[in-house]
């Protein structure tokens, strides 16, 4: 079995994102885990190693799974990436679905 480090700069990416997605500030996450807005922000940028604990927490203040979170991290994680690109196309519209459709499938038909 192959070992994988964390990503943390791509789990801090994901906390930002979530936090955003569910329109929580840094101070709101903070106070609900009893963290500082400074351990908060160091999370976010990939300047501390987060605990287990700690990550547990904001997963369940977000109310995403510790999958959404460390999807980078992870060898299994399709489930994950699926939510967020349901996430990133929910507003496209008929035109748009279209193009992205035509994208994939020629992106995919590269991956020889």
């Given at each position: 079995m192959d070992k994988k480090q964390i990503d943390y700069k791509a789990l801090g990416n994901r906390v930002r994102k979530w936090r955003k997605e569910?329109?929580?500030?840094?101070?709101?996450?903070?106070?609900?885990?009893?963290?500082?807005?400074?351990?908060?922000?160091?999370?976010?940028?990939a300047h501390t190693k987060v605990s287990l604990g700690t990550l547990t927490d904001i997963a369940n203040f977000l109310d995403v799974s510790l999958n959404d979170l460390m999807c980078d991290s992870l060898r299994n994680s399709?489930?994950?990436?699926?939510?967020?690109?349901?996430l990133m196309i929910k507003d496209c519209d008929e035109d748009q679905y279209r193009k992205?459709?035509?994208?994939?499938k020629a992106l995919m038909d590269t991956w020889d």
């Amino acid at each position: 079995m192959d070992k994988k480090q964390i990503d943390y700069k791509a789990l801090g990416n994901r906390v930002r994102k979530w936090r955003k997605e569910k329109g929580v500030t840094q101070e709101e996450l903070a106070g609900a885990i009893e963290k500082t807005v400074q351990h908060i922000s160091n999370i976010e940028r990939a300047h501390t190693k987060v605990s287990l604990g700690t990550l547990t927490d904001i997963a369940n203040f977000l109310d995403v799974s510790l999958n959404d979170l460390m999807c980078d991290s992870l060898r299994n994680s399709g489930n994950a990436y699926q939510l967020e690109y349901s996430l990133m196309i929910k507003d496209c519209d008929e035109d748009q679905y279209r193009k992205l459709n035509k994208t994939i499938k020629a992106l995919m038909d590269t991956w020889d």
